[in-house]
DNA sequence: GGGGCAAAGTTGGCTGACCAACTTGATGGA
DNA sequence: TCCATCAAGTTGGTCAGCCAACTTTGCCCC
């Protein structure tokens, strides 16, 4: 019970308890996201331990059940351990970014305060092959818009990025500028919005077109990233691999016994 | 009301509603695993929709906080869709393995039925450097144990491991034949648990050594992973950084706004 | 001092209940 | 026919309570 703390102290301040216009409406994500500012600024230390479910239950004044909700978020970040028998340990400062970070190339660099850029090289709309057809889910004779951009960061390239849009998504992509910088900003804002993803993280050799567009010998080698990306209702909305330059991007994973995600596997036939 | 499903129809047999030998313990456990294969066995379809969460939990002879728990490590593993108003959507088959496959190289070898191998190039001990006291919070003037080991899937090599060991898992490592597959396995029976894991994947060139014991040429590209491993109090138990020749593997992830744990950043200096 | 043991503290798991927010389909009117 | 409205169905979120399993601590005894 000595425990005081300079801050995080008071139970989530602000608009009557109704949903403040900074932290997310649900209440679990408020506590979860006041724990997570107290644990990335060190108020608990390095490897210290936190208060009981309890103790922060009467602290913020909700139930245990909605504060055991908001660990299990800091949990899957892997911000906490979780045993049984013993309270919770902070595990490190991992800043897990937002969903959108990861999706957005225009998102992630303007997190990281650099200026991202996108030039439309070509933008086709083709007969969907086998294996589009099998991602998006697309019926026999459907077509499919293609895209190559070449993405930069703070005017040097860096990534290049070939999407496939099933058609209700590219008659919209069509339609964009060939300047627009943030192609998912601009879906987002007609309604076709980006929930789940699935990504592939492999090595390729860069080809010609690659070797021209990022200025690196043909052959070099690439990180590339596959992904697929669903809305809502579980409908895929774009196919994309992006080949990065070696050097400038890393992925970082956190998985743990409890909530596992990521998983390794052999490269299948390309 | 009309659904019959050929399986999956009962509830729990088996043990009379005890922990099975074959799943997990935990109630919401076994729901999940039974889910989990009938949506991967295809009884829902391919973009079918689940039955609701009362219709489980009928099913089931659980609670409906109980199924919804299960749901949530479906949707955490990318298996179905999940919002508010409407029923849950399949999403897709994908497989992910467990916690082991990824952290264990010889598990995961064994799971797609190859032969792991493993021959230990050289084991040395020696200070912690600022880095490794910093990775593996250890106090200054700490030893740490350092292997350099040589992996091999059916006879061909596939993988360089440099691992760094705090003392209390060095001394262990430091007693096992040169010969020995499974670190990781023989670790877990003398107490040493593997629980969370921190990963970061990249390219990085080939150096000398590199080069001589994967049989490529110097300045070849290699996917890298590099990982911290904790065990359940959240004390760090190595860290490693694996590199694997190109087209050999790759890695996966799935993310969602609900439960997003991979970010991608800028890689900072080496 | 050391080892075993009991008790307190803590998280995991499950239940039942209630309401809010949202989606979908049907109904009915313009 | 088309559109707005409404009702039913479904998931998200929160609460209170209970017990089990486990860890840690401190006590007692040898």
Redesign the pocket.
Known sequence: MGETLTEHENQLDGQDQKQGPDAGG?????VAADLREAITTGAYGEAGR??????LAERY??????V??A?AVL?ADGLVT???????VVLGNARVQSFSELLSFTHWARSMGEEPGGQLESLIRRPADAAEREQLRLDPGAEVYVTLRLRTLSGTPVMVERTIYPPHVGVLVAKLPPDVVSHTEHLREHGILFTDADHTIDVVAANGEDAKLLGCRRGAPLLRERRRTTD??GRPVEWSQDRYLPGMVAFSVHNSLATSALSRHARESD
Chains 1, 2 share one sequence.
């Open positions: 649900a209440l679990y994500r408020r936190l208060p009981a479910e309890g103790a004044g909700v139930s245990r059940g909605t055991r909700q660990l949990r979780s045993r049984r028998g013993t309270r919770r809502p209702t």
